[in-house]
């Protein structure tokens, strides 16, 4: 199994895995071409892809589905996110498997209509997708405990956002709970999972509101003493490539 963040970002957003049966993209925030050479400087490929995993309708996520669908691409998403975009697909469900991957949904609190975060068990690898949430909740905690992997959000600094250039009423929206998680409110929940994480990603950085080495430098001095591998990802480019097995 292989996996890499292709991109990351209000700018779009899509997580390459390379499973035992294919390609699956969980998100199409980016144009064909833009995800086909990103998979390819990442020394991955969407030849074969057959499943786009879709976490909410927000175009930063969906920019690019309606490409892939024409590829052939099936759609897998909760229902109120096929509602919302007005296609069919494949209803997340509990226990799904596509292309050799189980797909446990995961309800998150976001100012979308379905949206869902994803466990993902790979040949006994679990990897866990969180982003685009307002806070962590009990639900959230619970389904990624046992998760080797974790791409999970770390959008912004609050001081940052409160005096940076945004309108009070966006300021107001991202601070709340339907929002996106604050560098210090990530680092506390992914403190709660050190015993099982190994590799995380922090996802999702806000260009305007955060610097990905202060969002690094506050989950790292939250997880002082853990062992594991805390990485970036990118608006631009892809991310470093997670491989097992």
């Known amino acids: 199994m292989k996996l890499c963040v292709l991109g990351s970002g209000s700018s779009g957003n899509a997580l390459l895995v390379e499973g035992p049966a294919g390609p699956v993209l969980v998100d199409c925030g980016l144009l064909w071409p833009d ?24 175009t930063d996520h969906v920019r690019g589905l309606e490409q892939a669908r024409r590829r052939g691409a099936k759609v897998v998403a909760s229902a109120g996110t096929l509602r919302a975009l007005g296609i069919k697909g494949l209803p997340a469900e509990p226990g799904l498997e596509v292309a050799g991957i189980r797909i446990l949904p995961i309800p998150l609190p976001h100012d979308a ?21 307002g806070r962590v909740t009990p639900t959230v905690l619970e389904a990624l405990k046992g998760c080797e992997v974790l791409v999970f959000e770390s959008n912004h600094d ?8 945004y309108p009070w009423p966006l300021k107001m929206r991202i601070l709340g709970p339907l929002g996106h998680l604050a560098n210090d409110e990530a680092a506390q929940a992914l403190k709660g999972l050190r015993d099982w994480a190994k590799t995380v990603y922090l996802a ?38 997670f491989s097992a097995g």
């Open 113 to 133: 209509l379905e949206p869902i975060g994803l466990r993902l068990e790979v040949d006994g690898l679990r990897l866990g997708v969180v982003t685009d949430l």
């Open 35 to 58: 995800l086909e050479a990103r998979a390819r400087r990442a020394g991955l490929s969407l030849h074969g892809l057959r499943y786009v995993v879709v976490t909410h309708e927000h």
């Open 204 to 241: 999702h950085l806000s260009r305007e509101n955060n610097r990905p080495e202060l969002a690094l430098e506050t989950v790292a001095q939250a997880l002082n003493g853990w062992e594991g591998h805390l990485l970036l990802t990118y608006p631009d480019r892809p991310s470093a490539v």
């Open 158 to 165: 609050l001081e940052m956002l409160l005096t940076g250039p």
